[in-house]
């Protein structure tokens, strides 16, 4: 397990051993591992140079195991600090190339196929992200969806900050109205806009993944490197941000007007309102031509713009 922060097998093995018997000496603890004493000398070093033992002064010393909890948090750290040192360094690199070659076709796009390897690229560009992620959100969804949506409220917990724009069908699915709520209540700020024209994620501004099908669900997306391409990706996702109205509603507003009004502005009919909110869709009905009087609306979705501009929605 511990192998992924720098210690060896063997290594851990002795770690796990004082864990059941803190306080042992060396002898002790070379016989519990059935090991030579002066091998055992040695995996006391590397693990106090870790941070996983202490070596007390008595005599014979006796051997402290360093709380798991604490000294796998001290490994992680260093081994962060040394991933942001080795991906500094390749922008270190990359500088070092030619400009014509840095823009090179086969250098700004790359094509992913296959689900896995889709996969394994975008949760690679979840975890490195430091700042900030942009994403349009909309149907059909792989099977790991719950794994990145793990992984972004783990983002939402480091700081980084999220948009994300929702389409109607995105919140149509079941639960994706409460998943929606329960994005924003982790810290992302959500919209949904009426047309979503595809499925986005950028990455610190830096990248893109995007799928090559808007409608179906394919085994091929595209990686998009600092270029042009994605610089009209960020502008098209801002434009979109500015015309989408927020998920979540303001204190002041009633919960259940509030839900209503975004999912009005969404494009939701009646019938799919009434399912959302358990309610009649007569009593949908009745309370959207309510609110689309008070709100002087002639459509549905200037009724979501109107409780926007009048803050009875917020991000």
């Avoid at 992913?112 to 949760?123: K, M, W």
């Avoid at 969806?145 to 079941?174: K, M, N």
């Amino acid at each position: 397990m511990l192998e992924s922060v720098g210690v060896e097998p063997s290594d851990e093995e002795a770690y796990r051993a004082l864990l059941s018997a803190p306080g042992c000496g060396v002898r002790e603890l070379a016989d519990r591992l059935g090991r030579d004493e002066q091998e055992v000398v040695a995996t006391v070093g590397r693990l106090e140079k870790l941070g996983l033992l202490t070596s007390t002064s008595d005599d014979p010393v006796r051997l402290l195991p360093t709380r798991p909890d604490v000294a796998v948090d001290a490994l992680v750290a260093v081994r962060r600090a040394e991933l942001d040192r080795v991906r500094a360094e390749a922008r270190v690199l990359l500088s070092e190339l030619s400009t014509q070659e840095q823009y090179r076709p086969e250098n700004l796009v790359e094509v992913i196929v296959g689900q896995e390897a889709i996969a394994a690229r975008f949760a690679q560009l979840l975890n490195g992200t430091d700042h900030q992620l942009l994403v349009l959100d909309r149907p059909p969804y792989a099977a790991q969806a719950a794994e990145s949506d793990s992984t972004v409220r783990g983002l939402l917990g480091d700081g980084v900050v999220v948009h994300g724009i929702y389409s109607p069908d995105s919140l149509d699915i079941p639960g994706g109205v409460d998943e929606a709520y329960s994005a924003a209540d982790a810290g992302e700020t959500s919209r949904v806009h009426p047309q979503v024209p595809m499925k986005l994620a950028v990455f610190d501004g830096k990248i893109a993944l995007l799928p090559l099908s808007v409608d179906q669900l394919v085994d091929s997306a595209l990686v998009v490197h600092p270029c042009a391409l994605l610089d009209a990706l960020i502008e098209m996702f801002w434009l979109l941000w500015d015309q989408a109205v927020p998920v979540v509603p303001a204190a002041k507003a009633d919960p259940t007007d509030a839900r209503l009004m975004t999912l009005l502005a969404a494009g939701f009919k009646d019938d799919a309102i009434a399912r959302q909110l358990a309610l009649s869709s007569r009593t949908v009905g009745r309370r959207v031509a309510e609110l689309m009087e008070t709100l002087g609306a002639r459509t549905r979705f200037q009724a979501g713009i109107h409780a926007q501009r009048r803050h009875l929605l917020e991000d």
